[in-house]
């Protein structure tokens, strides 16, 4: 699924956080890259450091030393063509604004017409399966309804690379599987470079080419899991499959550090 | 048709009751209770009373008197204080300079300055007006500059992501997103303000409500005082009422 181009390049990347009873020394020395049109997984236990890696990938943070690059450039400050779909919808959806208009808010840099925009909000709510949803408030819609609200307006900017922090935390169990299969059916769709960071290793396994686990405080790469499952992917299927058990196994030691 | 009728009532009917029951109790402890006997006047005297100072023009115009110093401060209050709010609010160094003087005089109450205040005015309407400004004015721009500043920092990430502009930011996201900070902050300005507005008759002899309570009650007229006690109570009740509609309708989103 991949043409070979990298998108994403972490390297040797540390990240301390200035505290008022001292550093934290938080990320150590982690390096990966994300080819073009690549689903990767950040997973590991909880406070390693996923959300701050993630932080670091979007610009909003720079890194202690190391360097990341986006298409080969620095990343200084948030780049053009990244789109993000954070853990709680209820905080990052604004609720004074009707769906369509938070989905139009980060268009309207990219010099799109007022026809333009409303077709593309049109096509990507129809992408997520929310038509006619325009001129509803995100507190009218239920919880998952709100979540795909937020992957349509990532789609909706044409995004070069999405990222996730634990897009379906939020979420009752049905849901979830029902928006990671939206997750497959949007990447097959508009070919999107994704970086997600998930508790849910299963999910990390279902959804991705690769596997990026964090260990260790302060956290390393412990290893970078290629996923082979064969596309089209499906919950049962997939999930099915011996491969499946096999890395969920394998990655599920490595997250507690059994192995 | 019907169960309208029925939902009405049992939206009205327990205030009532309690109201009807209220008045009973007060009738009752100022005829037989250990208040009876006193100047405090009953239920009936004070209501009665109160019918009869409807025909008085100098009520009605003590009532205009009363509400225009109110609602001119109250509107002068919200001019000034919301955007002054939102400015400091939007600079961090505005908002680290001014905090301890806004903390200063939001603490001091409107009346310890009325002494002051008469001296520059008099016992004008203009003293009144102001009072009620002092009043709301550092409370309106504390609530304003906090509201500002406390934008969600899941959203804020969300926004810069997406590279949004700063003014995109303030504009589609912090400021209504202070909005319900900054309609608290009105509605305790509007409850406020009747309050000051009494006050400043009632202690500073500006032209209002409270200077004409002060005259029945140096004249020695316990039942036309208290009725306008009522007549105080059934004001703010309807201004706060007229504007929990408006503020159902400019903060549509919170409940
Ligand atoms: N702004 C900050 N200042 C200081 N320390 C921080 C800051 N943000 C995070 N940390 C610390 O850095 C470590 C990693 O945090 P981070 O949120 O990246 O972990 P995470 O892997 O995303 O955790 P979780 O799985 O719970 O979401 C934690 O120990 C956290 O307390
Ligand atoms: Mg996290």
Known sequence: MSTGKVIVSAESVVMDYQTPTGIKHVLNDISFSLLEGEFASIVGPSGVGKTTLLRLLTGLMQPTSGTIRINGEVVTSPPPGLAVVLQDYTRSLMPWLTVEKNISLPLKRLGLSKTEIAETIELVLTEVGLRGNQKNYPWQLSGGMQQRVAIARAIAVRPQLLIMDEPFASVDAQTRFDLEDLVLKVRDDFKITTAMVTHDIDEAVYLSDKVVVLYGSPADVKEIVKVDLPYPRNQVASRGREEFAELRTKIYAQVRGLQ | MKGANISVIRRFLPGVVSMLGFMLLWQLGTSFGPLSGGSLPSAINAISALGALFVLPEIWLAIGQTLFIALTGLLISVVLGIPAGVLVGLSPFAYRSLKPVLDFFKVIPPIVIIPIVILVFGPTTEMGIFLVVFANFFMLVFQSA????????????????????????????????ALPFIAVGVRIAVAA??????????????????????????????????????????????LARIYSRLQRKIVFWTD
């Open chain 2, 146 to 177: 906090y509201g500002v500043r406390d934008l969600d920092t899941v959203l804020l990430d969300t926004l810069r992501c997406y590279g949004m502009t700063k003014w995109d930011e303030i504009w589609h996201a912090r400021i209504p997103g």
């Open chain 2, 193 to 238: 303000s009747m309050i000051v507005a009494v006050v400043a008759g009632l202690i500073g002899g500006a032209p209002s409500l409270g200077q004409q309570m002060l005259l029945y009650q140096s004249s020695g007229q316990p039942n036309q005082t208290f009725a306008i006690v009522i007549i105080f109570g059934v004001l703010g009740l309807g």
